[in-house]
């Protein structure tokens, strides 16, 4: 942190220039991109040490302690949302197929079976979203749907691989929230948006660009999947830390991710996990 008075503080203004500002960016991403896609599952424990000056967030993980056992840091390169989301679905789906159920997954076969339909059915072309959607299928089909938690991870540190699959849940997202507009977003949205192409285009469609609440609530309600987001952001009132669930209300939470201002964490509960 830079500290001074309004003179220094001024100097400081005048001195950091364009080409200062695209070099500290620069670094940034440098830093950002060296980081795994998604990191090892690891203690809460960390986390509360990582934050331990932040009084706020500090409190916050004191509460969430008792309730949620570890996590794993997904790479904040605007797509931590959808990548920690498919990643998560699909360690959840392992798991209850390495139980001896598949009924979860069968469903979910179907949906993304039936996807490239329903996006050309809001304007998307095959030619352009074709190999997003056979890749998707095929990642869930029994042939290639991972046998382990290690090949499971393996395909996911492939960065190519696992964009795959991040841009087909922003394409479903989009596809959702297209479906639905006019009944469901157009008058929650704000913003200078003509249309809901306008607005996917903008805030969904882009890898870069950071999910919002409305997308969660898309790609959650046309998966049929319901999630809780738990919310690090120092607002908790008491011993409170903020969640909410998204998704449908009949059934139960399946992942638990955790958020902090810009940026999602896949977290694991004691009740689940």
């Known amino acids: 942190e830079i500290k001074g008075d309004s003179k220094d503080d001024s100097l400081l203004s005048n001195n950091y220039t364009a080409a200062d500002r695209l070099r500290q ?46 996590l794993r840091r997904i790479r904040g390169d605007g797509s ?4 920690g989301f498919i990643f998560r679905l699909m360690e959840h ?11 979860e997954l069968d469903r979910l076969r179907n949906v993304f079976a039936n996807s490239l339909v329903y996006l050309q059915e809001v304007g998307y072309t095959a030619a352009t979203i074709d190999h997003f959607c056979e890749y998707a299928q095929d990642a869930l089909s029994e042939a290639n749907f991972p046998k382990s938690q290690s090949q499971l991870e393996k395909l996911f540190a492939d960065p190519v691989e696992s964009m795959y699959l991040v841009w ?34 903008k805030e969904v469609e882009p890898t870069s660009v950071e999910c919002g609440q409305i997308q969660i609530i898309s790609l959650c309600e046309h998966l049929g999947v319901r999630i809780s987001v738990v919310y690090l952001d120092g607002n908790g009132t008491g011993d409170e830390t903020l969640a909410y669930s998204f998704g449908p209300e009949n059934r139960s939470v399946t992942m ?18």
């Not at 392992?94 to 159920?101: H, M, Y």
């Open 168 to 201: 087909f849940c922003r394409l479903l997202c989009a596809g959702y929230i297209k479906h639905n507009w006019t009944e469901r977003f157009q008058y929650f949205v704000t913003g200078e948006y003509t249309s809901a192409e306008d607005y996917c285009s």
């Open 80 to 83: 931590c949302f959808f990548r």
């Open 25 to 70: 960016q620069e670094e940034i991403e440098e830093i950002i991109n060296k980081r795994p896609l998604v990191g090892v599952k690891e203690g809460l424990e960390s986390l509360v040490e990582e934050l331990r000056d932040n009084e706020a967030f500090s409190k916050n993980l004191r509460n969430m302690v008792p309730k949620y056992t570890s």
């Open 256 to 273: 638990h991710l955790l958020y902090r201002p810009g940026h999602y964490d896949v977290i694991y509960s004691n009740e689940t996990e």
């Open 93 to 103: 789906l392992l798991a209850r197929k390495l139980e001896g159920s598949e009924e």
